[in-house]
């Protein structure tokens, strides 16, 4: 059995902030085959489901997940990286006050570009789950506002991210009959492992479903 428990440790930045920890990180708890078994996930009361294999796990910690947004961290020696899911994303505009909702995801890109703060890439078309989305990564421009209970510069409403990380952020509009009109799906890392890390979270992306009541 894989033991699993919270510890306090400092970042970078030297704010203290909450880890999780695995005393075997390098051994999937649940495996068949030989492979990580991919946990399911509901979102949005099943409007939105994902599957997330090994060494993704649902974060417990209080400030990172609510009825509009949850958190997978990687229990792999490496919890600070992060899989965020938001829906109906606002923008966060300098002196941490959040914007007007955007119309569409194209608009929400074209808001979060313009956003001081933040240094983004020009959006590229990509699907997921089926459907039309908008891929773009973002990093905190110097001297970016800081907010929140982590006190990093912002994206959009619960999702930020740190000088020297990078975030992989998918934006979309969400069919009609769900709840929600736009979700965000943002994947952050450390530069250095980013692309590992893009790899990593490549499953979870893969196996987004959204149903219509």
């Given at each position: 059995m ?35 078994v ?60 959040q ?62 991210l740190?000088?020297g ?6 934006l ?20 250095g ?21």
């Amino acid at each position: 059995m894989v033991e699993q428990r919270f510890f306090i440790d400092p970042d970078a930045t030297g704010r203290l902030r909450l880890d999780f920890y695995s005393d075997t990180p390098d051994i999937a708890p649940t495996t068949e085959n030989g492979q990580a078994v991919a946990v399911p996930y509901g979102f949005l009361n099943g409007e939105v489901t994902f599957a997330a294999p090994w060494p993704w796990d649902y974060s417990w910690a209080g400030w990172d997940h609510g009825p509009t947004w949850t958190t997978l961290i990687s229990s792999n020696h490496r919890p600070w990286e992060r899989l965020v899911v938001v829906a109906d994303p606002r923008p966060i505009e300098t002196g941490c006050q959040q914007g007007p909702a955007a119309a569409d995801a194209e608009a929400l890109a074209r808001t979060i570009r313009s956003d001081p703060d933040l240094e983004a890439t020009s959006p590229v078309a990509v699907r997921v789950a089926g459907i039309e989305a908008l891929r773009m990564d973002v990093v905190a421009a110097t001297g970016a506002s800081v907010c929140g209970v982590a006190g990093t510069p912002q994206v959009v409403t619960e999702t930020g991210l740190d000088h020297g990380e990078r975030m992989r952020l998918y934006l979309l509009d969400l069919p009609e009959g769900l709840s929600a009109r736009i979700l965000a799906i943002a994947i952050v890392a450390h530069d250095g492992r980013f692309e590992r890390v893009l790899e990593a979270a490549a499953p979870i992306v893969d196996s987004f479903e959204f149903r219509t009541r």
